[in-house]
Every structure is written in C-alpha cells, then in structure tokens.
C-alpha cells in the first residue's frame, strides 16, 4: 500500500526535528514560566541530577539559595512582562542531590506551545572560577613578593656592613663568639639572596649564555660528595652536546636546590637517579629520588613561597626552581610517592648544538 506524505506530516517532522535538536542540545536548557519547570532537555536533567517526572512542575527558584530567591523571581517576573534585563547571571545552584555548583544562566523569553516562558541555559563555571581564584592568589603572592624583596634589599645591606665590621673586629679582638656571630649572619645574607633571587630575578641582570647541563650536573653533584656513602648517584645521561641558553647562575641554584631537597628527603640509605635526554627540541631531565615523598595534599604546595615541613628550611628552594624554569620557558612536573620517593621532570626548549 503506498502511503502519501501530506502537509501536515512535514508539518510533524520538522516539529520532531526541532524536539530533538532541543532535546540533545549539548547545552542544558530548561524551559519555565515564573516558577514553574515546564521542560528540560537530556543535558540539563544530568547537570540539575534530577529525572524529568521530578523536574516537571517544581519551582525552579528551589534550585537558588536562600539568599537569592528574591532577587531571582523577581528577574523571572520582569522578563515574563517583556522588560529588558541582562541576558546572563551568575549564581551557585544547588542541584537534587545536594551538590552546589557555580553556574551562569542565560534568559531568553519564549513562546512554550501558546504559553509565555523563559528559557534558560545553564554553564558549569567552576573551571572558571578556579582559574580566576588561582590567578588572584599569584597576584596576591606577588605582590607578597614584592613587598618581600623591597624589604630584603634594605635589611641585606646593613647586614653586609655588620659582616664587614665583624671580620675586621675578628682580627683585632679574636673571641669564639664571633665566628659564631658570623655563621648565624650568613645564614641571614643567604636567606635575603634567595629570596632577593626569588622574588626580582630581574635583579641580578645575568647575560644568556650557553648551558652544557650535563656537564653542571656533574660538576654540582662534587658539592654533595660527602654524602654518597650512604647514597648512591645513577647517571643516565643521553645527548650530552646538548645546551640551553640562559641564565647560568639561576640554573646552578636550581639543579644545586633539586639535589639538596633530594638528599634531605632519603633518611639513610638512597638513590638518586638523574637522566637527561632530548626529544624533539626539548631537552628533559629527570631527577629521581628514594626519598620520604611527598603527600598528595601537599604537592600543590609545592613552589609557594615558605612553604617548608623542615625544622631549618626557609621554603624558597623550589620557588627558586620553579621561577628560573618557568622564565626560561620550560615546564616543571612532580610525580611523587609517600615512602617511595620523588620525581621531578624539567622541560625546557633547545637551541641544540652537535659538534662534528
Ligand atoms: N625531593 C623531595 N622529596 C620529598 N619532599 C620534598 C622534595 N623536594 C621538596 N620537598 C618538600 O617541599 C618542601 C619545600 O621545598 P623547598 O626546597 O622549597 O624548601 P625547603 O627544602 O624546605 O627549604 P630550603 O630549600 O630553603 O632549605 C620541603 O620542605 C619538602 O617538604
Ligand atoms: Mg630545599
């Protein structure tokens, strides 16, 4: 039997069409009068975690707080009577199983079968507003850093003279307190410079040199000798021609700051395996180590100024890394196991050189 297609067949279809498009939106879309839940889409019953028999018919204002109910009906009530309101909102839903989400909502008002409603579509911006947060926190600690080092340039300077007049008094008036005076003074001026370091980088103008790391590695690694009895130093050391370009001084910091956390982190017997090698235009290196790890919780942490679980640390040596890494456009990555120990993953681009 063959069957005609008439009007208000194509009629239906394009009607079906439209239903799904609406229907599989990617978006979460809701459709409301002034309170009422009319309709939504697969998407928004997975956003709200609620099943379309429950959305239907509650009052769409459950899903604000308290706080904020009022203001929101009385949005609603004005876009209903056709007054011009900002398009988008931002507020924190709570959705049916309790969860609280950041959200913005965009309004439209629209016509539901011959019904006046409101559409509104629901953004999840909780990526957003960490990536906002987290950018306000660096302000925050740079400004912090800011103040740190206008502060340790004035208080380095009269230290250095203090230093200067102990040595001479040392050789006029010997006394045993004195050289005690002068190691506790140093490890003062050594805590400003890093910090100074830290904080304005900028400071110390060092000129872009070429940096063989293999060949700093291995003259660093002399300065930790007297504790490779206990530990013991695996080199993997590939492409070794290899240089960056940079500032040499920052680098010697960083690489001497990785290798004394290392040590620091393995009570007793250890190992400290360090790799370097390229792929692409991108030299790596991997410095890992047995040591005590680092919970999960802290590694965030990790980098941000005093930040320290040791009795005598100052919590700059990985701000250090961190700052001389990233201004030299690498990338730095910690993959760490309590008990297990530590790996940390430098990244940095290449101006490579092989000698013929
Ligand atoms: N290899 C590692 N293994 C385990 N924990 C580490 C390691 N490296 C860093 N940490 C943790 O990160 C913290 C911060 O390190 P950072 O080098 O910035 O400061 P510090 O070592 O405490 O002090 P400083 O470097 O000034 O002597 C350390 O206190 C330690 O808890
Ligand atoms: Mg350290």
């Not at 792929?279 to 320290?308: A, N, Q, R, S």
């Not at 100052?314 to 530590?342: A, E, M, R």
């Amino acid at each position: 039997m063959e069957k005609t297609f008439s009007k208000t067949d194509a009629v239906t279809n394009q009607q079906e069409m439209y239903r799904q498009i609406l229907e599989y939106s990617i978006e979460n879309i809701m459709i409301h009068t002034n309170c009422e839940v009319l309709y939504l889409n697969e998407a928004c019953t997975h956003f709200l975690r609620c099943t379309k028999e429950r959305a239907h018919g509650s009052c769409v204002l459950d899903l604000f707080e308290e706080g904020t109910k009022k203001t929101v009906q009385n949005r609603v009530e004005q876009t209903m009577n056709g007054a011009e309101m900002p398009r988008k909102i931002e507020d924190i839903i709570t959705r049916s199983d309790g969860t609280k989400v950041a959200v913005e909502i965009y309004c439209n008002p629209v016509m539901y079968g011959n019904q006046k409603a409101i559409q509104s579509v629901f953004r999840d911006i909780t990526l957003r507003k960490e990536a906002e947060r987290w950018m306000k926190d660096q302000d925050k600690l740079a400004s912090v850093g800011q103040i740190a080092a206008g502060i340790a340039h004035e208080v380095k300077n009269p230290l250095t003279a203090v230093k200067g007049f102990l040595q001479l008094l040392e050789e006029s008036h010997p006394h045993a307190y004195l050289t005690t005076m002068k190691s506790e003074l140093n490890i003062a001026i050594n805590t400003l410079t890093n910090l100074l370091h830290v904080s304005k980088p900028d400071l110390y103008e060092e000129e872009i040199v070429p940096i063989y790391l293999c060949k700093e590695v291995d003259a660093l690694l002399l300065l930790f000798q007297d504790r490779f009895y206990d530990i013991k130093v695996e080199l993997f050391l590939k492409d070794t021609e290899i240089y960056i370009l940079g500032k040499r001084n920052l680098f010697l910091k960083a690489f001497f700051n990785l290798f004394k956390n290392a040590i620091e982190a393995i009570e007793g017997n250890g190992k400290i395996t360090i790799e370097h090698f390229i792929l692409g235009d991108t030299v790596h290196i991997k410095m890992h180590d047995t040591g005590v790890g680092i919970p999960k919780d802290k590694i965030k942490l990790l980098g941000t100024p005093f930040y320290t679980s040791k009795t005598q640390g100052t919590g700059l040596g990985l701000t250090q890394v961190f700052t001389t890494i990233i201004d030299h456009g690498g990338t730095l990555t910690i993959n760490s196991h309590v008990d297990c120990g530590t790996t940390f993953h430098i990244q940095l681009p290449t101006k490579h050189h092989r000698s013929h």
